[in-house]
């Protein structure tokens, strides 16, 4: 059984800063890219950040130059730091792993957390 855990999200104002925390735990022979998407109300999930197993990045235009995506492969956990946070950053943050659970089976698939809300309010 494999669980990704997300963490650290909260109220912040705009302008201000967050860091996400994304914790894979459970049955894991070898994670290869994890990433951040979110989702607004009333909207369709979309990607944030992405981050490959060698450490290779790729944002969302709109998170560019503020957000960063960074893991930490010993442990397993991916995170997000955000900085000068919007309003339109106000979304529940989903983390993902394309994780391979055993060595036996040849196979990866898709984890995803259960989400952590940022909300972004004066």
């Known amino acids: 059984q494999v669980q990704l855990v997300e963490s650290g999200g909260g109220l912040v104002q705009p302008g201000g800063s967050l860091r996400l925390s994304c914790a894979a735990s459970g049955s894991i022979f070898s994670i290869n890219a994890m990433g951040w998407h979110r989702q607004a109300p009333g909207k369709e999930r979309e990607l944030v950040a992405t981050?490959?197993?060698?450490?290779?990045?790729n944002y969302a235009d709109s998170v560019k130059g503020r957000f960063t995506i960074y893991r930490d492969n010993a442990k397993n956990t991916v995170y997000l730091h955000m900085n000068s946070l919007k309003p339109e950053d106000t979304a529940v943050y989903y983390c993902?792993?394309?994780?391979?659970?055993?060595?036996?089976?040849?196979?990866?698939?898709?984890?995803w957390g259960q989400g952590t809300q940022v909300t972004v309010s004066s």
């Open positions: 981050i490959s197993k060698g450490g290779s990045t």
């Open positions: 993902n792993a394309d994780l391979r659970p055993t060595w036996y089976v040849p196979k990866s698939y898709d984890y």
